[in-house]
């Protein structure tokens, strides 16, 4: 973890909270609470979902049936909504996923030095 989290925190691309999401659910069903500090301490500290971003979030990809919900009681003893990826959604993060690595593809090759004239 760094120094000081705050310093190096990332700002999300617009479209990249769903994937997000929908990877940190591939990994369990999770409540939404546990959830937010799953994918703060996978990203290192740098990414903090916060309230008013991650439930309609949720709301949405249960909409779109990509997860599911259920009342539970947490391990201290408070009812909680618990999300679970479904068979859809683990098709949507494949296509999420895909997407996601030709971006990191090309934004590769953009830091690479351009060819000179005789190399092109």
Avoid: C
Avoid at 87 to 116: D, I, N
């Amino acid at each position: 973890m760094p120094a000081d989290p705050t310093l190096s925190r990332l700002e999300l691309l617009q479209g990249t909270l769903d994937f997000i999401i929908l990877q940190t659910l591939r990994w369990g069903p999770r409540h939404g609470y546990g959830l937010a500090q799953m994918i703060r301490a996978n990203s290192n500290y740098m990414l903090q979902i916060e309230t008013g971003s991650l439930y309609p979030a949720l709301h949405r990809l249960t909409k779109k049936k990509w997860v599911t919900s259920e009342w539970s009681t947490s391990e201290n003893g408070q009812r909680v909504r618990v999300y679970t990826l479904t068979p859809a959604g683990e098709k949507q993060l494949a296509v999420e996923r895909s997407k996601w690595q030709r971006l990191t593809y090309a934004l590769a090759g953009l830091m690479l030095e351009p060819p000179t004239e005789s190399q092109s």
